[in-house]
């Protein structure tokens, strides 16, 4: 078991380790792997391989010692593909096993570590039941696709004691840290509004298209799993399932999580007192979705307002950048985006704030996963960046803009109780409901 393992190895080792590996050629990188000790090798199983789930393998194996021993996806062909990837690369596939159903990986003893890279719905009863199987778990955001799942996701963390890291790898990244650093030091003044804009052009929905079987070599019952039963329909399907209210929750649970995460983390803020929205499918009506294509968001806070304002097909967001994040002090206002952070002074302010742009300087994704490994071995799940306490709570803060915009109400968060104060709106979209024989544990 991991737990008895030896952490030998600090993260500056490991990071060191990795820099190492990216000068190798496939060769190498096998002999490379084959000299770490048996008892320090970590075995990986995904769910999901298709898109951010595959990334996230691609990550996992940059570092040293981590191994794919699993693979599941309802998809044969994404499976095929994959493999033939990683043959390519002189990877050892022949000890991969295949799944189509995810139960049946979670009873393999030699998995340590699971990925949950399947669609939103999806990610809740994965994540637990690999957790109740002893595997620790890296989950991709968002972490839940209701309120009730994010509860359940981080009961079960406390329960099974399995270290789980929420897919928000921003979390790990140098300069969104320095930049939350220079924030918390107080030099922007009384920060008032948090802006954060995602306007993504190159992204559309589907088109509306009759219902079909599907294709061949995918089992479509396994893919709906909790989710309500309906014929297959390739719009709704492998990309698309972002803008279905069944499967996920739009833009706002999709990049929103990225980038609220860190307008929440920069204020230190909890769940806001009151929060409402509105928005529409107003730039593709032709096409096939339910999310809202168009959507602006009010959180009340206790000392500032924080503004999301989401728009598909448009590239030109404020500042120019079609996503980020805005603090906007007395002093000066510190723009926050993938491509690095600056400030921007307030001329009427003689706190001299400004600070021309800082680029990043690492990858991101792969921090996540050093920092995530390193836990994995040590034991120290304090040390994660990104826990499922954490996922938990931005992934409910996102929830409530997207029920805020389904009611069309300004809702009042009780948070001695942590619910709504309508309990009609608890009774409607706290959770969501199960279906096809598939229940939501009770931990």
């Not at 799942?149 to 079960?156: G, L, N, Q, S, T």
């Not at 789980?164 to 924030?183: C, E, M, N, P, Y």
């Not at 309906?230 to 649970?253: E, I, K, Q, V």
């Not at 723009?335 to 001329?347: H, N």
């Amino acid at each position: 078991m991991i737990e008895r393992r030896k952490f030998i190895q600090q993260s500056s080792a490991l990071a060191g380790g990795v820099m190492l590996l990216s000068a190798l050629d496939n060769k190498a990188f096998s002999i490379f792997k084959s000299r770490i000790a048996p008892s320090d090798q970590i075995n990986v199983g995904a769910i999901g391989i298709k898109g951010m789930g595959w990334a996230n393998v691609s990550a996992a194996l940059k570092i040293p010692g981590v191994n794919l021993v699993a693979v599941c996806d309802i998809d044969k062909s994404v499976i095929d593909s994959r493999l033939a990837e990683l043959a390519k690369k002189n990877y050892d596939t022949s000890k991969i096993k295949r799944y189509g159903d995810y139960r049946q990986m979670l009873e393999q003893k030699d998995i340590d570590v699971v990925i949950v890279g399947t669609p939103d719905h999806w990610h809740a009863l994965q994540m637990i039941h690999a957790c109740e199987a002893g595997k620790d778990v890296y989950v991709e955001k968002p972490v839940g696709n209701s309120i009730e799942e994010c509860r359940v996701m981080v009961a079960a963390q406390q329960r099974y004691g399995k270290a789980v890291q929420a897919g928000q790898w921003q979390r790990s990244q140098q300069h969104f840290r320095d930049a939350v650093d220079f924030i918390r030091s107080g030099k922007l003044g009384n920060i008032r509004t948090v802006k954060v804009w995602c306007y993504q052009g190159w992204m559309k929905p589907g088109p509306v298209v009759p219902d079909s079987a599907p294709p061949p070599g995918v089992d479509y019952a396994q893919w709906l799993g909790p989710a309500k039963k309906r014929p297959f329909n390739a719009s709704r399907f492998h990309f698309n399932f972002r803008w279905f209210w069944d499967y996920a929750g739009g833009l706002m649970t999709d990049w929103g999580v990225h980038l609220m995460d860190y307008a929440i983390f920069g204020m230190d803020a909890p769940v806001p007192k009151t929060v409402s929205a509105l928005g529409g499918n107003f730039a593709y009506p032709e096409l096939y979705q339910e999310t809202p294509d168009t959507m602006g968001a009010l959180y009340e806070f206790d000392k500032f307002n924080l503004i999301w304002d989401h728009a598909m097909g448009i590239d030109n967001g404020l500042f120019g950048k079609d996503h980020g994040i805005a603090f906007i002090g007395n002093n000066g206002t510190l723009e926050l985006d993938r491509g690095g952070w600056e400030v921007i002074e307030e001329k009427r302010s003689a706190a001299k704030v400004l600070v021309e742009r800082r680029k990043p300087t690492d990858n991101g994704l792969d921090k996540h996963w050093e920092n995530f490994i390193s836990v994995v071995k040590s034991r120290k799940f304090e040390e994660l960046n990104c826990p499922i306490q954490t996922g938990a709570h931005i992934a409910t803060v996102c929830q409530l803009g997207n029920i805020a915009f389904r009611t069309q109400k300004k809702l009042v968060w009780d948070k001695s109780r942590n619910r709504f104060t309508d309990e009609a709106v608890n009774k409607k979209y706290f959770g969501k409901e199960y279906h096809n024989g598939y229940t939501l544990p009770k931990v």
